[in-house]
């Protein structure tokens, strides 16, 4: 029994169990990436200037360009996962924001309820 059912039966109100299974909410992924930095933080970009002497950065960038065939398809993938990660942590903190506040709204209306319940 969980501790809200504990006290809706304490105040001797029954409260019938209900599935809402159904009632997933669908996921969206443009949704959530209309901040315009979310994006831009979750993607990798292998593109860094190279800084040194001639020679370094001509070696530099030798070894990119040699296995930037390898490498690229990986960054890809990682940078769609973490934009992806990024859009389901701004859904989850929205619907976490949601339920605290009807959290407080059941809350209140408990101690109302209990109030009541004590006058009478």
Same mark, same amino acid.
């Given at each position: 029994m969980t501790k809200i059912q504990s006290i809706l039966d304490a105040c001797g109100?029954?409260?019938?169990?209900?599935d809402h299974s159904s009632e997933i909410p669908e996921f969206n992924l443009y949704k959530y990436l209309m901040p315009s930095n979310l994006e831009e933080k979750a993607v990798i970009n292998p593109d860094r200037s190279?800084?040194? #002497? =001639?020679?370094?950065?001509?070696l530099k960038h030798t070894i990119r360009?040699?296995?930037?065939?390898?490498?690229?398809p990986c960054i890809s993938d990682v940078? #769609? =996962?973490n934009v992806a990660v990024a859009s389901a942590i701004a859904s989850m903190q929205n619907e976490i924001e949601e339920c605290r506040s009807e959290l407080l709204r059941c809350r209140q209306e408990i101690e109302s309820l209990r109030k009541k319940l004590s006058d009478a």
């Open positions: 109100h029954k409260v019938p169990a209900a190279i800084h040194g #002497s =001639f020679i370094k950065r001509l360009k040699s296995i930037r065939f390898y490498v690229d940078s #769609s =996962f």
